[in-house]
T-cell receptor, first 113, second 113 residues
Framework: EAQVTQNPRYLITVTGKKLTVTCSQN?????MSWYRQDPGLGLRQIYY???????DKGDVPEGYKVSRKEKRNFPLILESPSPNQTSLYFC????????????FGDGTRLSIL | LAKTTQPISMDSYEGQEVNITCSHN???????IMWYQQFPSQGPRFIIQ???TKVTNEVASLFIPADRKSSTLSLPRVSLSDTAVYYC??????????????FGTGTKLQVIP
């Protein structure tokens, strides 16, 4: 089954404790993206990647890091999480071309205390 | 980067046609317009996309006027299961084909029995 898998689905942690949210897709897609979703603000793109070792900032990259060492994986790293990063996070992938629909994961709900 | 504006919410009775309009005044020549649907606790799901004029699939129709500064998603004969948030998205193809996308804040559609 074609899918985008995020882990964990839920996480409660404390300020400053490094965490990684993993994202994996099994569709051999070149593009992958991370979004955060907050009430009243919709979905905002954090980082995106065109292919292995190629990443770029989205609209809200501050406080986040990403890496793309393999085509299928695109982890989101919070080196020193803060409460304002409490949010619902989505990973997405799609084939080459901006007019190709994105496939989204089921989301990761992070709470930073 | 084109930004989008949508109504925050809409109500409709079952069986009616629903039209949701999205404004994207600064859309660029190469940008495509896509619409996604999101149910609570799930990632967005692609519905339809277009570049200009009208596009129709088994789920919805998309109307885009000649100036492309807006688009209208049309859902025929909605049912309770169509209650969701609908996002308008404009994709920006930068140099080298990098994908940077902007979601609107979404329109929460409530279908009433």
């Amino acid at each position: 089954e074609a899918q985008v898998t995020q882990n964990p689905r839920y996480l409660i942690t404390v300020t400053g404790k490094k965490l990684t949210v993993t994202c994996s897709q099994n569709m051999n897609h070149e593009y992958m993206s991370w979004y955060r979703q907050d009430p009243g603000l919709g979905l905002r793109q954090i980082y995106y990647s065109m292919n292995v070792e190629v990443t770029d900032k989205g609209d809200v990259p501050e406080g986040y890091k990403v890496s793309r060492k393999e085509k299928r994986n695109f982890p989101l790293i919070l080196e020193s999480p803060s409460p304002n990063q409490t949010s619902l996070y989505f990973c997405a992938s799609n084939p080459t071309g901006s007019n190709q629909p994105q496939h989204f994961g089921d989301g990761t709900r992070l709470s930073i205390l | 980067l084109a930004k989008t504006t949508q109504p925050i919410s809409m109500d409709s009775y079952e069986g009616q046609e629903v039209n949701i309009t999205c404004s994207h005044n600064n859309i660029a020549t190469n940008d495509y317009i896509m619409w996604y649907q999101q149910f609570p606790s799930q990632g967005p799901r692609f519905i339809i996309q277009g570049y200009k004029t009208k596009v129709t699939n088994e789920v919805a129709s998309l109307f885009i006027p000649a100036d492309r500064k807006s688009s209208t998603l049309s859902l025929p004969r909605v049912s309770l299961s169509d209650t969701a948030v609908y996002y308008c998205l404009v994709g920006d193809v930068g140099s080298g084909g990098y994908q940077k996308v902007t979601f609107g804040t979404g329109t929460k559609l409530q279908v009433i029995p």
